[in-house]
C-alpha cells in the first residue's frame, strides 16, 4: 500500500484512492473543488515521480517544479508531498461591483500581471477555499479582470463574493492559466462561440479580444439560458452586433416560454446548430458551459465537419455541489 508524506504526517493511500481523497479522509485541509482535473485548485508539489495523468494539463514549468494535480494521482508507490507555496498568488483590489441579473454579478479586478480573455484564473477566499473563474475581458480593451460570479445557494467563495465583498477590497488570485482564449492565426477563419449560462464569460472575452484584432470573419454567438431573465449582457451583445457587420448575437432561451422577446430563439443549442451550420470544416468553435451542453453541441459540429482539433471546450458543473469551474 502507498504512503503519503505530507506535513509530519505518513497517510496509508487505501485502492482506488486518489491523494485527494485520501488527505480529505484524513481530516487535512487541501484546496479543492472540482474532482476532476478541470479547476487546478488542488496542485499539491512533489520530489518523486507522480504518473503522467496527473501531471499532463499541467504547464511545462509547473511540471518543472514537481506539481500535479492531487485529485487525479492515483499513486503507485510513496510520495512526498508539500503544498506550493502562495507565490503565484497576488493581490487583486476590487475596482467594481455590478449585478448583470438576478443571479449573477460582474467583479472587476486591478491585478498586474498578464493574461489572455477567456483564461481560468482562481479566486481565493482564503488559503485553502478558492475557485476557478473564467476571465470575461480583454486585457487590451478593460486592463481590468473582470469575472461572472453566479450566486449558488450553498457557495462558500459565490455567497462571500455576492454578500461581503466590495469596491476597495483586496483579495487573492493566482495566476491567469489555460488555452481558452482567442488565435489571432485564424483572424479570417469563421468563428462559431457556444456557451449556456455564465458560460456567455470567457466568450464575451474572447469576441472582444477577436473584434480587437480585427477579425475579419463571420462571428457567431449563442448565448444560452434556461430562462429569458437568465440571459444577461443582452444590451452590450446587441451594440456589438450594430457596430460589427461580421458579428451575430443569437440569444437562446431553452425552456418553455409562451411569449419572447424578439430576436430571442427557443430551443436547444445542439439542435440549432446542427441546422443553422451545416459546414463547419474552416470553423473555429469555442464551447463553455455544462458537460452535457458540451458533449452534445461538440459532436453535433464534429457531425457537420468540424475538426477535432478546431472544437474547444470549457466546461464546467456547479461548484456547490461538490464540482469543478465556474465560468
Ligand atoms: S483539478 Fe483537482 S480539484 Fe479540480
Request: with cysteine.
Amino acid at each position: 500500500m502507498a504512503k503519503l508524506r505530507f506535513e509530519d504526517q505518513c497517510l496509508p493511500v487505501q485502492p482506488g484512492e486518489s491523494v485527494l481523497q485520501t488527505l480529505l479522509r484524513s481530516g487535512t485541509q487541501v484546496p479543492h473543488s472540482c474532482h476532476r482535473g478541470l479547476c487546478h485548485t488542488c496542485v499539491l508539489i512533489s520530489p518523486d515521480p507522480v504518473p503522467e495523468h496527473a501531471r499532463e494539463s499541467l504547464t511545462p514549468l509547473q511540471r518543472q517544479q514537481g506539481a500535479f494535480l492531487a485529485c487525479c494521482c492515483y499513486p503507485e508507490g510513496d510520495l512526498r508531498i508539500h503544498r506550493p507555496d502562495t507565490n503565484g498568488r497576488q493581490q487583486a483590489r476590487v475596482t467594481g461591483k455590478r449585478l448583470l441579473n438576478n443571479n449573477v454579478v460582474e467583479l472587476s479586478l486591478e491585478v498586474r500581471c498578464r493574461w489572455r480573455a477567456g483564461q481560468n484564473i482562481i479566486l481565493w477566499r482564503h488559503k485553502n477555499l478558492g475557485r476557478p473563474y473564467s476571465i470575461a475581458s480583454d486585457p487590451a480593451r478593460d486592463g481590468l479582470i473582470k469575472l461572472h460570479i453566479k450566486r449558488h445557494a450553498f457557495g462558500e467563495v459565490s455567497r462571500w463574493v455576492f454578500d461581503q465583498v466590495k469596491q476597495g477590497d483586496f483579495l487573492e488570485v493566482g495566476t491567469p492559466e489555460g488555452h481558452f482564449y482567442y488565435d489571432t492565426d485564424y483572424s479570417d477563419a469563421p468563428l462559431l462561440l457556444v456557451g449556456n449560462g455564465t458560460g456567455l464569460a470567457p466568450l464575451f472575452g474572447i469576441l472582444q479580444d477577436a473584434l480587437q484584432n480585427n477579425h475579419s470573419g463571420r462571428i457567431d454567438l449563442y448565448a444560452a439560458a434556461a430562462k429569458s431573465d437568465e440571459l444577461y449582457l443582452v444590451e452590450e451583445l446587441r451594440k456589438l452586433r450594430a457596430t460589427y457587420p461580421q458579428f451575430r448575437y443569437h440569444p437562446v432561451v431553452t425552456s418553455g416560454e409562451a411569449l419572447l422577446e424578439e430576436g430571442k430563439q427557443q430551443d436547444d443549442l445542439a439542435s440549432l446548430i446542427r441546422d443553422r451550420h451545416r459546414e463547419l470544416r474552416q470553423t473555429l468553435i469555442y464551447l463553455c458551459g455544462s458537460a452535457s451542453m458540451i458533449e452534445a453541441v461538440s459532436k453535433t459540429c464534429f457531425f457537420n465537419g468540424a475538426k477535432r482539433s478546431h472544437i474547444m471546450t470549457d466546461a464546467f458543473v456547479s461548484q456547490e455541489s461538490a464540482s469543478s469551474h465556474s465560468p
